[in-house]
């Protein structure tokens, strides 16, 4: 596969797409993420939603967030999530599906980013060096 530029409005609904397809563990980093159970069609909360089925068909989920209510909630949903202690700013936006597709760039899980803002993430099918991402991911885990 080629990997793919993500402008903006093409990020939900093309990795939301990716998450149902996940047969067995996505790791998440995100530096902002939210919730929007008031508003089920927000395209954040069909994303969310598309991670909680992903749960309830055995893919393994582990997520590092910044917000303790996105980490409750996940944890009250399986997914194994935690937020990170650090002396500066977790900025990173990364996702590893099945341990071979990287997700990586500017988009976080808001609306303004889903929807508004000027955003540019890429899909990388089968990097290279995709025990770098496992690296970085593993080390902000511990």
Do not use: C
């Given at each position: 596969m080629t990997n793919e530029?993500?402008?903006?409005?093409q990020f939900p609904e093309r990795v939301t797409n990716?998450?149902?397809?996940?047969?067995?563990?996505?790791k998440i980093v995100v530096?902002?993420?939210?919730?929007?159970?008031?508003?089920?069609?927000n395209a954040v909360q069909?994303?969310?939603?598309?991670?909680?089925r992903a749960v309830k068909r055995g893919v393994k989920v582990?997520?590092?967030?910044?917000?303790d209510a996105i980490v409750?909630?996940?944890?009250?949903?399986?997914v194994f999530a935690k937020k990170i202690f650090t002396s500066g700013i977790m900025h990173a936006k990364l996702m590893i599906i099945d341990d071979d597709t990287v997700i990586i760039g500017s988009h976080n899980y808001t609306h303004n980013a889903f929807v508004l803002n000027?955003?540019?993430?890429?899909?990388?099918?089968?990097p290279d060096n995709i025990e770098g991402y496992f690296n970085f991911f593993k080390t902000l885990w511990q």
């Amino acid at each position: 596969m080629t990997n793919e530029i993500l402008i903006g409005k093409q990020f939900p609904e093309r990795v939301t797409n990716l998450i149902h397809l996940a047969k067995s563990s996505i790791k998440i980093v995100v530096y902002d993420w939210r919730w929007y159970s008031n508003d089920p069609g927000n395209a954040v909360q069909v994303f969310n939603q598309a991670i909680l089925r992903a749960v309830k068909r055995g893919v393994k989920v582990e997520a590092i967030a910044n917000n303790d209510a996105i980490v409750s909630i996940l944890k009250e949903n399986g997914v194994f999530a935690k937020k990170i202690f650090t002396s500066g700013i977790m900025h990173a936006k990364l996702m590893i599906i099945d341990d071979d597709t990287v997700i990586i760039g500017s988009h976080n899980y808001t609306h303004n980013a889903f929807v508004l803002n000027q955003e540019l993430s890429v899909i990388l099918f089968e990097p290279d060096n995709i025990e770098g991402y496992f690296n970085f991911f593993k080390t902000l885990w511990q």
